[in-house]
């Protein structure tokens, strides 16, 4: 007999039931050298949920702003994706095209103590990527060319487009719908072959117009992919945005009803996310339905990058609508789950949890649910349930349909207490739930309490864990943590704590005038902002000579700040939440509050 905290692993592996092949939708064998028989090899061969893929907008937002970046632009499941998570197969090796792999281990997670176990439920297939195949499919792009669009986000959608262009098929079809102030079929549908140069000259000539009717330009694209399909079959829409709709319909169940529709009809919706303007919560509900899935890129060279890595990943799902119902035996409950959105799960008698992940999708990485187990309420005070190793521990029912032909499948396994170590990949999904669960408490209490010293506390315990991990390669991980780390120590006032180069950051943001003397521009009061373009903005209380804003610029170093207008040069210090500065003759003096952003 063995206590629940002594447990390690168990692994368990479902072969759901056989999928026929070939199929309508996709084959698996030899290629065909002729071009009446085109199919288009998918290079990737795990498979991963749809909705979000990755935390780009949520990481770019980290690295570059002068503050945290906000809780609605970070998932679990986003997190999750950027790495992959396949866990080994079980004794038997997957023989189908949809299994699942399932292990338990130790919970370790700080933010959750009452967790005594963490499960992953972890997606795998027999597919083979040298030979899995495509049938030829039309795209219709739908893309944001709205004045926010201006600079890097549009340019980055029309490298995006371009590549998108070179790596479809000759039996592949494209059409592209743009809208702003207008909406218009830029590109009829037209088969690829023979038209990639006009379809490149198509792009290029994507003008910026206006306002944002994203509600006209998805409900045209609509139109033209339910005619594609009505010829062609198969048909996938891409919406290239920032997600900052401000004409016509702007709510997320409007988008969300519009993309269930589409998926109805034989339509999945693939949106790529674009700009600093991004509204990530928006784009996150719409990509929830069935068939969608979202991703972000940020930089030049990030749209060419997705395209070329998982094009033809993101256009090939392979089942809709699985179902996986946990239910735990006496003594234990579902904890916690990750790696859906909460309004994907509920919850049934004996405690069980059902999970529906709308859409799976081939992937570079390998996606799957994850789910912690604490003691049951009739153990509340009592100790956890002892059980012997290999003794049975969770029920897992599951079913889905096919997206290849429609069919329905489901089976049951038995997920039982650990007797092995656990896999590299589980204790890695574990670390990222716990860098998920931090940093969303950390924005959350930065944000929404004002509580930047909580945030600080949060994201330096995170920070310290990640330090001794030595399992994965958690550079990036690393590196964000530890510049979220940086940033709110400098809200906070914890100046010891602040890494060197974010030193000249501790300036940035609004500051409130509180003292000052030697300056005839300035008063009381009155709010000014350092940015992260060098960019010194005074918000007067009374305006001055009828101008509410003075816009000006300034340069930074560890000791001064010079403004060029004015060749004012005043060395600064920071104390607590006051930014004093003073010229070197000592005729200006300057003390100003920190402004907590919201």
Known sequence: MSSIKAFQTSLSALALLAVTMPTPGYTQGTTQDDDDNYEVIVTGARIRQGGAQDIQHFRSTA??????????????????????????AGTVPCAQLFCLNVQAMTANLPTRPDDLLFVGLAFDSNIDADSWKREPLSIMAVVDRSGSMTGPPIANVKAALHQMVDELGPKDRLGIVIYGTNSNLHLPVTGVGGNQAAM????????????????????LGYEAAFAEAAKS????????????????????????????????RGVGLTTIGVGTQYDGALATKISSVR?????????PDKGRELMRKEFRNMVSEVAHDLVMTLTPH???????????PDGLMTEGKDGAVAIT?????LSSNGGGIYASLGKGEERAHLPAATLADGAPLMDVSLSYVSALDGSKHADRLSLNTPTVQPATNLRLAQTLVDQYLAMDAATRAFHGEGNPKKAFALLDGLNSRMAGID????????????????????????????????????????????????VEDLSRNDVVEFTDNEEFITYFKRPLRGDDEMYQDFQINEREIYIPEGDLRMRYWIDGDRLRMKSSDGQVQIVLKREMTS
């Open 330 to 340: 006496a003594g234990y409950r579902i904890s916690g789950v990750f790696g859906v």
């Open 63 to 88: 690295l570059s702003a002068t503050t945290l970046p906000r809780p609605e632009s970070l998932t679990v499941e986003g997190l999750l994706g950027e790495h992959d998570l396949t866990l080994p």
């Open 291 to 299: 068939g969608g899935n979202l991703f972000f890129v940020d930089g």
């Open 357 to 361: 992940v709308p859409t799976a999708f």
């Open 233 to 264: 079959g198969k048909v996938r829409m891409m919406l290239f945005t920032d997600e900052q709709p401000n004409v016509g319909r702007t709510d997320a169940g409007s988008f969300m009803a519009m993309a269930e529709e589409g998926s109805r």
């Open 200 to 219: 490149h000259q198509a792009i290029d000539a994507i003008a910026i117009d206006g306002s944002t009717s994203m509600e006209a330009g998805l409900t």
């Open 471 to 518: 399992y994965a390669d958690l550079a990036a991980e690393r590196e964000l943590v530890g510049t979220m780390r940086g940033k709110a120590a400098i809200y906070a006032g914890y100046a010891g704590e602040i890494p060197k180069d974010l030193q000249p950051m501790r300036v940035l943001g609004k500051w409130r005038v509180v003292t000052l003397n030697g």
